[in-house]
């Protein structure tokens, strides 16, 4: 393409001459994503938009070409002008963007075959009290183990697995994409680098079976809803004869039916009759560790107010500290009263005054003043 007919690098690139680096990495990511060649196989069209692309980009994250072809052009990298050609460091330049638009980052496969198992994850529902003390529990999952007949190489007994013809043990081929070459998984033995003839009959060639495993997990006291435990090794088997996944332990508190936890502390509503609220009183709550505390009610008691009751709540996780226990009182109003309580009621509401109840007698007091403000 001679100098008169090449597309101005910034056009190229959608971005105006005064774009940053980060504007220009940004643009050139999105560009090459869309007309990459293996993205749109077998059109001549976008390999061509790719490769310009890709000069217009080699030039104008360099400060000093860019520099250059500001001032004079495509003329700057013709004829020996330090052309924006790709040598080797074109395939370092692009190699994070090529990892980010194609996924080739971790995709390597272990030598020889191996490879982690998978990690597992298995929900277990606990009781706040359980959460409290910690306990041993016993579970039972179905895990992949190492194939005992194959030893986890996956060959029938007496064979061995042969090194992958396609790609020399290697794992990975390379493929010539125009003026560049790119690395990928080797399609014939899925990066492993070997190829197994013979399978184990006993599982399939994948060097690792089935089978129910029974473990004991252990939950420390104080542990909260959401909580993840995890055991190392305990997952899935290595694919022929690679490392183990972990398994990981999610916990779930149920649903009390007294508490309700915030932290380490704990909350519960207890009803008390008029009277107790009015005369005072006292009654019995029981607590976490299976107890019970008593708690005093002074005369006057209104509804809603809390007694905080200390070290009654939860253990914190992997701490001697104790959160509190916070216990509501509601005060019931009495329902199905008798004839006799009924006059009993009506007579306490005659003698009452503001001094026995203040908080109403305050707020009609306002609630007066304020409709005879407004009548003036």
């Known amino acids: 393409m001679s100098t008169s007919t090449k597309r101005c690098y910034y056009e190229t690139l959608e971005v105006e001459r005064d774009a940053d680096d980060s504007v220009l990495k940004s643009s050139f990511r999105k560009l090459a994503m869309k007309f990459h060649p293996d993205r749109n196989p077998g059109d001549d069209t976008s390999e061509v938009k790719f490769k310009e692309i ?120 390379r493929q010539s994409q125009g003026f560049f070459t790119l690395e990928r998984t080797c399609p014939g033995c899925q990066g492993r680098g070997q190829m197994i003839e013979d399978a184990c009959p006993s599982c399939s060639g994948q060097g690792r079976v089935t089978r129910e495993r029974n473990l004991s997990v252990n939950i420390p006291p104080g542990v909260e809803d959401g909580t993840r435990i995890r055991l190392a090794g305990e997952g899935e088997a290595g694919v022929r004869g690679g490392p183990p996944g972990d398994l990981y332990i999610f916990l779930s508190l149920a649903q009390h039916q007294f508490f309700q936890r915030d932290g380490a502390d704990l909350h519960c509503r207890v009803p008390i009759s008029m009277v107790t609220a009015a005369l005072g ?41 104790m959160g509190d226990m916070y216990v509501q009182v509601v005060v019931e109003t009495p329902q199905n009263l008798t004839k006799k309580q009924q006059e009993l009621l009506a007579e306490f509401e005659k003698l009452s005054s503001g001094n026995t109840q203040p908080e109403s007698e305050g707020f009609f007091t306002k609630v007066k003043d304020f409709f005879g403000n407004r009548a003036s």
Do not use: W
Request: proline content about 3%; overall charge positive.
């Open 281 to 321: 009183g006292e009654f019995e709550v029981p607590t976490i560790e299976k107890g019970k505390t008593k708690v005093k009610v002074p005369a006057g008691t209104q509804s809603s107010r809390r007694f905080r009751i200390a070290s009654k709540g939860m253990p914190v996780l992997r701490s001697r500290q």
């Open 54 to 173: 890709n000069e217009a980009y080699e030039v104008l994250k360099d400060k000093d070409k860019r520099a250059a072809y500001d001032r004079y052009g495509h003329a700057a990298f013709e004829q020996g002008g330090g052309g924006a050609g790709f040598g080797a460091g074109f395939a370092s330049s692009f190699s994070d963007i090529f990892e980010d638009l194609f996924g080739m980052a971790g995709q390597r496969g272990g030598r020889g075959g191996r490879e982690r198992g998978a990690d597992l994850r298995y929900n277990m529902e606990i009781t706040l009290e359980e959460a409290f003390g910690g306990k041993t529990a016993q579970i039972e999952i179905p895990v992949s183990v190492t194939c005992e007949a194959c030893s986890g190489i996956g060959a029938k007994a007496g064979t061995k697995p042969k090194t992958c013809s396609t790609c020399g043990g290697a794992g990975r081929v």
